[in-house]
């Protein structure tokens, strides 16, 4: 390369380069006094002569100095959790727990299970002003599940629906709004107060396709394809798909209904022991519909 070159691009280079000036200049790099100690010129180490520093008494951690609080110093941000209140929760229900409500009479596996018995066991609790919509069943505890049960849950995934169906049971995955949860929760409660039982709501658009698909056993999906996607889990897992004789396990909702055996419109009186049902078409159009 000739030096002709050479100067050319190194005036090309600096051409790109910002004008040097003091603001983009670093000082010369100066070693690092040592503080002295003692009579040596230490005197009071940096410390000062007087006050907390002086004396070793740190401020402790998280302490706001000053007299301005803490939302009035800094400006407002936005907050990260923008929209949590809409946002539905599935507390976790494991396979180990439900096995210990079955063994401990709290759950009585020849009836149906849903998120009313759940709630009536007194031993997992739901809270829907806490934005509860069900419950989500675990894996946890699998490999001691031996309860032949016909569930209803919110959520589970392909290992618990295995482990369910291998000992025999089946198991539905069911969306229910906040105001049938709060019945079903509830359920003395919800009856005394004479109003009739409302028609279950069907799922917002964000979970209509978890409930469609028959390989998470939705409720909305087709019987024959949850047959199919059954017998595709059993080959998949090794073990002989059983046959569903008992009646209990062929028990299923309706897919606006809330409570098993109570159609929606229906009003329940405890006092007296009596169901009362709804003559008008309108009324039986609207909560068939």
């Not at 006050?51 to 951690?61: F, T, V, Y």
Request: contains cysteine; hydrophobic residues 35%.
């Amino acid at each position: 390369m000739s030096v002709g070159s050479r100067v050319d691009k190194a005036l090309a280079l600096l051409r790109q380069l910002p004008r040097v000036s003091l603001s983009n200049v670093e000082s010369i790099p100066k070693p690092r006094k040592r503080m002295d100690r003692g009579q040596h010129g230490g005197k009071t180490h940096g410390c000062g002569s007087k006050g907390n520093e002086a004396r070793q008494r740190w401020l402790p951690l998280g302490f706001e100095a000053g007299r301005v609080p803490f939302q009035i110093r800094y400006s407002r941000e936005r907050s990260y959790n923008y929209g949590w209140h809409a946002k539905r929760q599935y507390p976790p229900l494991s396979l180990h727990k439900l096995q210990l409500m079955i063994d401990t009479g709290r759950l009585n596996p020849e009836q149906p299970i849903d998120l009313a018995a759940i709630s009536q066991s007194q031993v997992f609790p739901i809270q829907p002003e806490d934005h509860h919509f069900g419950v989500n069943l675990t894996a946890e505890g699998v490999d001691n599940f031996d309860a032949k049960v016909n569930i209803e849950v919110q959520h589970a995934s392909e290992e618990v629906i295995a482990a369910v169906e291998r000992l025999g049971g089946t198991i539905t995955t069911a969306y229910y709004d906040i105001f049938s949860v709060k019945a079903l929760v509830h359920p003395t409660k919800f009856f005394q107060s004479g109003k009739p039982i409302p028609r279950r709501m069907f799922p917002p658009a964000d979970a209509i396709q978890y409930y469609k698909d028959p390989k998470n056993r939705g409720y909305l999906a087709d019987p024959k394809e949850v047959a199919h996607e059954r017998l595709v889990l059993s080959q998949k897992y090794g073990y002989i798909l059983p046959d569903i004789s008992e009646n209990y396990l062929k028990e299923y909702k309706d897919t606006r209904q809330v409570f098993y055996g109570l159609q929606p419109g229906w009003v329940v009186n405890l006092k007296d022991k009596v169901i009362y049902k709804p003559l008008d078409k309108d009324l039986l159009d609207y909560y068939q519909s």
